[in-house]
């Protein structure tokens, strides 16, 4: 069974960064793509990054030049640096498969609240 353990999350200060983490376990991580979503209060949970086992990324334009998604497979991990955060950056942040092809059982995911 796969298990996704996000970590990094926190308060934050308007234009401040975070560094997100999000260990995979259960799983052959090198061969998928990876992706990271957040989910605000009322919203739907939408994908902001995305990276391909040959890691290849791709940015929700919300985020595009702001994020930077990353991945170090031999600790079966992904990363989100997330640099310039603004206070619609709020949500709770997750990591799952990348490619639509559909979801493992979702973590906690780690909360991120940036203040105005």
């Known amino acids: 069974q796969v298990q996704l353990v996000e970590s990094g999350g926190g308060l934050v200060q308007f234009g401040g960064s975070l560094r997100l983490s999000c260990a995979a376990s259960?799983?052959?991580?090198?061969?998928?793509?990876m992706g990271w979503y957040r989910q605000a209060p009322g919203k739907q949970r939408e994908l902001v990054a995305a990276?391909?086992?040959?890691?290849?990324?791709n940015y929700g334009d919300s985020v595009k030049g702001r994020f930077t998604i990353s991945r170090d497979n031999a600790k079966n991990t992904v990363y989100l640096q997330m640099n310039s955060l603004k206070p619609e950056d709020t949500a709770v942040y997750y990591c799952?498969?990348?490619?639509?092809?559909?979801?493992?059982?979702w973590g906690q995911g780690t909360q991120v609240t940036v203040s105005s």
């Open positions: 799952n498969r990348g490619d639509f092809l559909g979801y493992w059982d």
């Open positions: 259960g799983v052959i991580f090198s061969i998928h793509t």
């Open positions: 990276i391909t086992s040959g890691g290849l990324t």
